[in-house]
């Protein structure tokens, strides 16, 4: 049986934002927290949080290892300082994931090495690694100059596993912000 372990990246400048994503509260909890959150209650054996600084979260937090190289510098960071078979590293701007949305992607794997969550498209900030196989194939690409995850991926085998919609709602924007704020949010997501 393979083991999970999970990783929330908080290292991004939320330049869409305006202030920290990490830290900002929906339904009254850090957005980081309520990610790292649905990594424990599917069963996570540890969760760690990766960004340039630590958001005193509670959590272990490891420093980004490529600070300001983007979310492949912090998914790499993230499958080197887990010791487990399988890592679901995912964006800290997801409030509603949830635990059955990360069994599937563990379900989903299989004899893949990498899952990714999908709605109408692929969800790259959402999705569990075959750590031993991609921490190889990445930081090799890495180091090549690839900064794109998509384009990371050679020689992987990928499958896109589809969730629902809901759980992968991002939080970008004052707007988005103000839609949760207001209802709309939820409204939208119950029809999806």
């Not at 510098?73 to 010791?83: C, E, K, P, Q, V």
């Not at 990360?102 to 999705?127: K, Y």
Request: net charge negative; glycine share 10%.
């Amino acid at each position: 049986m393979s083991t999970l372990a999970g990783a929330v990246l908080v290292g991004g400048q939320s330049r869409r934002m305006g202030r920290d994503k990490a830290l900002i509260a929906v339904e009254g909890e850090p957005m980081a927290q309520r990610v790292a959150a649905a990594l424990d209650a599917a069963g996570a054996a540890e969760v760690v949080l990766v960004g340039a600084a630590d958001r005193l979260l509670g959590r272990r937090h490891v420093a980004d290892r490529y600070p300001g190289d983007g979310p492949l510098g912090g998914i790499i960071t993230a499958l080197a300082a887990l010791d487990a078979d399988l890592v679901l590293v995912a964006a800290c701007d997801l409030p509603w994931l949830d635990g059955p949305t990360v069994h599937a992607l563990v379900d989903g794997i299989a004899a893949a090495d990498v899952a990714f969550a999908r709605t109408d498209r692929r969800e790259p900030m959402c999705a569990v690694w075959r750590r031993e196989v991609a921490l190889g194939a990445l930081e090799a690409a890495f180091a090549e100059g690839e900064r794109a995850i998509h384009r990371a991926l050679a020689g992987l085998r990928v499958v896109d596993v589809d969730v629902d919609a809901y759980a992968l709602t991002n939080v970008n924007t004052p707007e988005d912000l103000e839609s949760i704020a207001s209802g709309e949010a939820d409204a939208e997501r119950r029809r999806v």
